[in-house]
């Protein structure tokens, strides 16, 4: 997901603390391979019902945190990620809500990941982190939501990757789970998707500076080249003409040269940049991985039904008209799938012209629906 | 105690096809709504009847209201296939009012009988007696039931209940009811029963394969 702009409207939720899950588990992974010492990094959000019944899990994108909403220190410049969905009298109702993000495994933003040191060599893990799956991630985030006491989930919600990581939680531990919604995402990652993660990771691997995964120093060129690929299956061409056209950065004419002559150019090279200074390059090539390995019907031997066998909690599919990288038939596939199930369904392509991205700019029909949704949950648990 | 709504007598449902509507589904079936709007029969018929509801509709403000009832509801252009809904996956499949306003109404008809067992479709009648009158002056007609003029209407294949009786009969679709509606203000409305065609401004068949 992309970095965004200023904040619409002050955060409601004002200054969050981070926390610190260690678990002494030891978490058995798909790859055949096992992870111990795990540290989940999390954030809550209002108060937790005595009957702890009124648990929401969010989970975020491929280069989110578990920074939702707020901020760290008055200081920050920008809230969370999500900030205009969490507080009172929004979908995330602190008043009514205990909301939890956290990092995922593989991460780099406080949860276990290759940045972390492995406690058998005492060195960090680097390349030797096993390849994650969006399952592993998920085995991970029940430690945490064991450890918080909760034994049932109002709604597990996300974009994206996210959006795989909440339909994966129904699937994994459907007895926990109230709720799902899934919003730009697919349960089997598409041909294009694929493409994408592949030659992102290519760009990473193929800096020096990457060095086997070694590097002391972020390979920089390499990571924002991968960000700014990815960047631009977030947009879609509408945004980027409204956004962009053809507008030159500073310069009257072109410079005949190559540097940044176009705003577009500019702008890419800006959210390259910036996410270097925030992202691990490592982390980027084992969740892109989990990502490209998410495909619903390999955990029922191909059959798409059968995986959805126990579950049988609503559902709220969100699609965006302009998402290019998980375009609305696969939000209709997942619906469809559902359907057949016996589950109750919404599907709801939303008219957006941002792209993927739109899952965090279409503020508006995504409160609204969001809201409708968590309130009947909430008042039918 | 029979467990039925009456016309009017709640406040769930104040359009009298709807209630009717509602009355003749029977406790716990499995419901579909072709166009449903925001929802309010659904919401009804799974509050007094137990139904196991589901709603097609386009308009995204409608969903949203949908969502707000608590409605499942999937966003489908109803001028389409519905893949989304398997072979006889439902006990009805209900049109309301929308079957005239659809690009396609004999290939929906056929799509709602795959669906469904029973289709149940309330119609509005353009040969309604306070239609014809109007007819005769030579404008297409703004009734009680009819309100909206020729080039605002959502209705675009204006259509009688002799109309629908044909088409029915040409694609060998049975009709197993039909009820005859007309409303307060409506010409000789109590003649509506024996002269469907002529008196009932709106009517509800219920058709089967």
Redesign the interface.
């Known amino acids: 997901m992309s970095e965004k702009t200023e904040p619409k409207t002050e955060s409601p939720v004002g200054i969050v603390t981070p926390k610190d899950f260690h678990s002494d588990a030891r978490l058995k992974l798909d790859c055949g391979r096992s992870l111990r010492d795990l540290n989940i990094r999390y954030e809550t959000y209002g108060t937790l019902n005595p009957d702890a019944g009124n648990a929401i899990l969010v989970e975020h994108a491929l280069t989110g945190d578990a920074h939702l909403a707020g901020r760290h220190d008055e200081n920050d410049r920008k809230p969370g990620w999500w900030d205009e969905m969490v507080g009172p009298g929004r979908p995330f109702d602190t008043e009514k809500y205990f909301i939890i993000c956290s990092n995922v495994l593989g991460g780099c933003s406080g949860t276990t990941g290759p940045g972390s040191i492995d406690p058998d060599t005492g060195e960090p893990y680097r390349m030797n982190f096993p390849v994650i799956t969006i399952q592993d991630m998920v085995r991970a985030q029940k430690l945490l939501i064991d450890h918080l006491g909760i034994r049932k989930l109002l709604s597990v919600v996300g974009g994206s990757m996210g959006g795989m990581l909440a339909t994966q939680w129904a699937i994994s531990y459907p007895e926990m789970v109230s709720s799902v919604i899934a919003i730009a995402t697919a349960i089997h990652i598409p041909a294009q998707a694929i493409a994408f993660n592949w030659v992102g990771r290519e760009a990473i691997m193929a800096d020096p500076t990457w060095d086997g995964g070694n590097y002391s120093e972020q390979p920089q060129k390499g990571l924002a080249i991968a960000r700014m690929l990815g960047h631009i299956t977030y947009l879609s061409e509408e945004s980027m003409r409204h956004k962009f056209g053809r507008k030159l950065q500073s310069s009257e004419d072109y410079s005949f040269d190559f540097s940044t002559d176009f705003r577009v150019e500019s702008y890419l090279n800006h959210q390259g940049n910036c996410f270097v200074e925030r992202f691990d390059a490592n982390s980027y090539l084992y969740i892109t991985r989990a990502i490209d390995y998410f495909d619903v019907s390999d955990q029922a031997d191909g059959d798409n039904f059968k995986v959805f066998d126990n579950v049988h909690c609503?559902f709220?599919v969100v699609s965006f008209s302009s998402d290019w990288l998980f375009p609305e038939y696969h939000g209709?596939d997942m619906?469809?799938t559902l359907?057949?199930n016996g589950n109750?369904?919404?599907?709801?392509?939303?008219?957006s012209d941002y792209g993927h991205d739109a899952f965090l700019l279409e503020a508006e029909?995504l409160s609204?629906?969001m809201?409708?949704?968590l309130?009947?949950i909430y008042?039918?648990e | 105690m029979r467990n039925t709504i009456h016309v009017n007598d709640h406040r769930l449902i104040s359009r009298s096809d709807l209630a009717v509507i509602a009355d003749m589904i029977p406790h716990g079936a499995k419901i579909l709504d072709l166009g449903c709007g925001s929802g309010r029969l659904l919401k009804a018929l799974k509050m007094l009847k137990g139904a196991k509801i589901m709603g097609v509709e386009l308009d995204q403000g409608k969903i949203i209201e949908c969502v707000r009832r608590g409605v499942p509801v999937i966003q489908s252009n109803l001028d389409g296939a519905l893949p989304e809904f398997t072979d006889n996956s439902y006990d009805y499949v209900i049109l309301s009012r929308t079957l005239q306003a659809v690009m396609h109404p004999d290939l929906l008809l056929a799509e709602m009988l795959r669906i469904g067992n029973k289709g149940i479709i309330s119609l509005m009648n353009f040969a309604h007696f306070d239609a014809r009158l109007q007819m005769m002056g030579g404008n297409m007609p703004v009734t009680r039931s009819l309100p909206v003029k020729w080039y605002e209407t959502a209705n675009i294949h204006p259509g009688t209940l002799s109309d629908f009786r044909l088409l029915c009969r040409d694609k060998n679709i049975r009709i197993v009811r039909e009820i005859p509606l007309a409303q307060p203000g409506d010409t000789l409305r109590f003649l509506a029963p024996l002269w469907p065609n002529l008196f009932a401004s709106n009517c509800i068949f219920v058709v089967s394969k």
Request: proline share 4%; charged share 30%; aromatic share 8%.
């Open positions: 609503p709220l209709r619906a469809r359907i057949e109750d369904v919404t599907f709801c392509n939303i008219r029909t609204r629906l809201t409708g949704f309130n009947n008042m039918e």
